[in-house]
């Protein structure tokens, strides 16, 4: 190989360096927002009647006069791992999947809460994992 051409393959292989590291940090957010949510903002969405309102069925931490036809969550979430993601996010987006029979408003597929939304309320559920 000559001279040149050493020089010329290391000058490509920074530029290829950049372009990597630039495509990892322009991309980085999107990957971090499929997989986790804002568990501020779920924490609203579950105890604000307008949005989830989850308050009206389910007990969760901190709130007045708390429903009880469904579960306890803080008790449910203690039977979840990180690799349940799944399951949690589909009780909420339809928990029809689970029980056909189920009171539990499908709140993705009817559309009462947004995907992100939904991912914010997982995120959530999951601080209540002692
Ligand atoms: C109208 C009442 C009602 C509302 C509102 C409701 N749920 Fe439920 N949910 C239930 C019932 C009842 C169950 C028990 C399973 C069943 O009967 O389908 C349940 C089950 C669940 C489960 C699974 C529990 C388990 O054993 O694994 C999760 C998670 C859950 N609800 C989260 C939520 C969240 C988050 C919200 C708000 C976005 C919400 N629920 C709103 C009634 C409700």
Known sequence: MKVMDRVDLRRNLGLLAGVVVFFM???????????????KKG?????????GN????HYLPNVE???NIGPNLVEVMQGYTLADRKD??????DARK????????PFGTNKILTPKQINDVVAYLYTLKK
Do not use: D, Y
Not at 98 to 105: A, L
């Open 65 to 67: 006069s708390p429903g």
């Open 98 to 105: 689970f029980n056909p029979h189920t009171i539990m408003p």
């Open 43 to 51: 924490e609203k969405i579950v105890k604000t009647r307008k949005l």
């Open 25 to 39: 940090i322009a991309v980085m957010p999107v990957w971090a927002g499929a997989g986790n949510g804002n568990a």
């Open 54 to 57: 989850c308050v009206a069925c």
């Open 88 to 93: 949690v996010t589909q009780w909420i987006r």
